[in-house]
Nanobody, 128 residues
Framework: QVQLVESGGGLVQAGDSLRLSCATS????????MGWFRQAPGKEREFVAA????????YYTDSVKGRFTCSRDNAKNTMYLQMNTLKPDDTAVYYC?????????????????????WGQGTQVTVSS
């Protein structure tokens, strides 16, 4: 059974950078779209970024455009989220997701949550 495992979260100061990783175990997801969601305390889960199966197309929520970069290395079965110029509003649990069937980033952005495979999440805390 394919599982997603996030790593790289932590406590940083505003303006710092972090890189999250999402490793795939128990199989490969190189043919499917992947992405990131986050959930801050007391708030609903929100979409952050998505990447198509090849890594050539990406899509971001407006609040992270120009600061976050999503990439993937299919040879390593790993996806990344490079987060620069972090803000306190970026504080959240970050979840890695993968489409169960789709190859386009739209399969992440528009998919019902049950259509996605979810990781366990990694905490990112940004202090002011």
């Amino acid at each position: 059974q394919v599982q997603l495992v996030e790593s790289g979260g932590g406590l940083v100061q505003a303006g710092d950078s972090l890189r999250l990783s999402c490793a795939t175990s128990g199989g490969t997801l190189g043919n499917y779209a992947m992405g990131w969601f986050r959930q801050a305390p007391g708030k609903e889960r929100e979409f952050v970024a998505a990447i198509n199966w090849s890594g050539h197309s990406t899509y971001y929520t407006d609040s992270v455009k120009g600061r976050f970069t999503c990439s993937r290395d299919n040879a390593k079965n790993t996806m990344y989220l490079q987060m620069n110029t972090l803000k306190p509003d970026d504080t959240a649990v970050y979840y890695c997701v993968a489409s169960r069937t789709g190859t386009s980033f739209t399969d992440i952005v528009q998919a019902p949550p049950l259509n996605l495979l979810w990781g366990q999440g990694t905490q990112v805390t940004v202090s002011s």
